[in-house]
């Protein structure tokens, strides 16, 4: 029963099985998590003792599967992405176990990163309102430079910290193979 609910070898043996078609893989995946989450859903409907170890194994199958991904596969979201047609990822996608696996790999310090990035940004713009109105109202530019050099250099990095990140972005974006997603996007002009 063990070998049964390892999702991770069940994963590993479909995208074995269907190597030279990822769109097979993903829509087989897409049925195998739907079958788990169902049986999970089902046998915790009921109270009785055989239902109640069945949802705790599928829970510990779940929730095994997104820790072995986690430590043996950490790039299986890009890889999908590039290589699976995006109505069958969209499929794959709405399930409630790659949701579980989406969810850990935010949790897992990506959002810290981008809570800092907001903070940053915010320390940005407070700096630049002020910087703003400190240079309009200066008696002379020399002056203004002179009392608020610091406080512009600071400025000037942050700028060119967000700008860097941009770049980064779009050579990890092209690397995908979803260069063409950053130029369609009005908000990286935005941001650059």
Request: proline content about 2%; hydrophobic content about 50%; some cysteine.
């Amino acid at each position: 029963e063990e070998n049964l609910l390892d999702l991770f070898a069940w994963q590993q043996f479909l995208e074995v099985r269907h190597c030279d078609s990822p769109a097979t893989f993903a829509s087989e995946l897409q049925l195998l998590f739907e079958a788990t989450w169902s049986a999970l859903t089902l046998a915790s409907a009921r109270a009785d003792e055989r239902s109640v170890t069945i949802t705790a194994n599928l829970t510990k199958a779940v929730q095994q599967y997104v820790k072995d991904n986690k430590k043996e596969r950490p790039n299986l979201v890009p890889e999908l992405i590039t290589r699976v047609p995006a109505v069958t990822l969209q499929k794959l996608t709405a399930t409630r176990v790659f949701q579980h696996l989406l969810s850990s790999q935010m949790r897992s310090g990506l959002m810290y990163i981008y809570y800092a990035e907001i903070a940053l940004f915010a320390i940005y713009l407070v700096l630049f309102v002020v910087l703003s109105i400190k240079y309009k109202f200066a008696e002379s530019k020399e002056t203004a430079w002179a009392e608020n050099s610091v406080e512009t250099v600071f400025c000037v990095l942050f700028a060119l910290y967000f700008l860097l990140r941009e770049f980064a972005q779009l050579r990890a974006m092209y690397k995908l193979g979803l260069a063409k997603n950053w130029f369609y996007s009005v908000w990286n002009y935005i941001d650059v």
